[in-house]
Structure formats: structure tokens, C-alpha cells
T-cell receptor, first 113, second 112 residues
Framework: DAGVIQSPRHEVTEMGQEVTLRCKPISGHDYLFWYRQTMMRGLELLIYFNNNVPIDDSGMPEDRFSAKMPNASFSTLKIQPSEPRDSAVYFC???????????FGPGTRLTVL | SQQGEEDPQALSIQEGENATMNCSYKTSINNLQWYRQNSGRGLVHLILIRSNEREKHSGRLRVTLDTSKKSSSLLITASRAADTASYFCATDTIQGAQKLVFGQGTRLTINP
């Protein structure tokens, strides 16, 4: 298995633009997580899905953020409109239901100018 | 709110020495996990210890858990330059075993 795949790896955009981050979890994993990592706030859980259904989105910072999981092999995190304070590394991770440990993707480094 | 907090924030040792990192947390847990993150990479799972376990080993890693003190430690023995990374503890909660809360991490530097 190729592991968790994220795209793009780097994204540079201007304030106000829409940004879409993509994630393909490991096949067979039932849980998918979106995290954001910054120096100031560390690693924060934004939202997670179980069997494609959002379970907890309490970490989503604002209505500008939205996430979807249309099928078991694909998820998106969208920011519209983007702001400079959204600059961070965004990680996607997946896990088995009883496994406990999560498998992380390489991350998307987002810079909003 | 931060569930896990690592101590120290940064640690620099010589190759071959042992490195010990500590983690404290606030609420009751099912499991505690340790992850490693190399610069510019995603996190990699190292070891999971359950709340009814006190110690666990994996290669050069030794993890202890003291639920009465709500603390855990990660010991890396005979450190190598390749162990240079940030190390994070992550805790779940009794209510939600899948949802993890990560600490701020310990940045470990192994000097050759």
C-alpha cells in the first residue's frame, strides 16, 4: 500500500482564494482525520470521519472551513475564502477502527499571502 | 485544551546516550501513543500503551505509563543520529478512543 496520499504537497495562494486539499486514505481504513499543524498551536484535530460520515467537526475553526468524504477512498478539506492565518501544514491521517494508531500522510504546506 | 504536554520541549544529547521524554495529561484515557515526526514529514506511530499496562518495549524504545500520576515517559536507548526528530505523545479519552489529542512535542537532537 502506498500509504496515505495527500495533494498538493505545497500550495501558495492569495488571500480570498479558495483552497482545496485532497486526501486518499489507506484502503480498508474506516477512520479519516484532518489535522492542522502550526508552530503556535501545535497539531490540532479539525474533523474526523467514520465510514465517510463526519463524526466530530468541533475543531473546524470557522465556517470558511469545510470537509467532505464522498467515498471511502477520497476526502477534501476546503477553505473559502482563505486568509493568511490559515497558513499551516495540513495533515490527513487514517486508521482501522480498533487499531488505535493513525497513519499520517506527508502533509500539504499551505501559504496564504 | 491541551491534553498531553511533553517535557522537555527540546533535548540535545550525544550519539549513544539515552534520551528520556515525558508526557503529562489531564483526563482518563484508554490508550496513550507516541509518534515521531522528522522535519517536513508526517507523523509516524511508534508505540501504543493501554491504560492497564505499565511498561512496554519496542526495539530501543521503552514506554512507561503511570495512570495515577497521569504521566508517561519515552526512553530511547543507545541513540543514533537518525533518531533526531520531534516526538509527540497522543491521548484519547474514555469517551472517544479514536479521537487523539497531541502534545506540543519534544524536539530531540542527537549530536554525532
Amino acid at each position: 500500500d502506498a500509504g496515505v496520499i495527500q495533494s498538493p504537497r505545497h500550495e501558495v495562494t492569495e488571500m480570498g482564494q479558495e483552497v482545496t486539499l485532497r486526501c486518499k486514505p489507506i484502503s480498508g481504513h474506516d477512520y479519516l482525520f484532518w489535522y492542522r499543524q502550526t508552530m503556535m498551536r501545535g497539531l490540532e484535530l479539525l474533523i474526523y470521519f467514520n465510514n465517510n460520515v463526519p463524526i466530530d467537526d468541533s475543531g473546524m475553526p470557522e465556517d470558511r472551513f469545510s470537509a467532505k468524504m464522498p467515498n471511502a477512498s477520497f476526502s477534501t478539506l476546503k477553505i473559502q475564502p482563505s486568509e493568511p492565518r490559515d497558513s499551516a501544514v495540513y495533515f490527513c491521517a487514517s486508521s482501522y477502527p480498533l487499531g488505535g494508531n493513525q497513519f499520517f500522510g506527508p502533509g500539504t504546506r499551505l501559504t496564504v499571502l | 485544551s491541551q491534553q498531553g504536554e511533553e517535557d522537555p520541549q527540546a533535548l540535545s544529547i550525544q550519539e549513544g546516550e539515552n534520551a528520556t521524554m515525558n508526557c503529562s495529561y489531564k483526563t482518563s484515557i484508554n490508550n496513550l501513543q507516541w509518534y515521531r515526526q522528522n522535519s517536513g514529514r508526517g507523523l509516524v506511530h511508534l508505540i501504543l500503551i493501554r491504560s492497564n499496562e505499565r511498561e512496554k518495549h519496542s526495539g530501543r524504545l521503552r514506554v512507561t505509563l503511570d495512570t495515577s500520576k497521569k504521566s508517561s515517559s519515552l526512553l530511547i536507548t543507545a541513540s543514533r543520529a537518525a533518531d533526531t526528530a520531534s516526538y509527540f505523545c497522543a491521548t484519547d479519552t474514555i469517551q472517544g478512543a479514536q479521537k487523539l489529542v497531541f502534545g506540543q512535542g519534544t524536539r530531540l537532537t542527537i549530536n554525532p
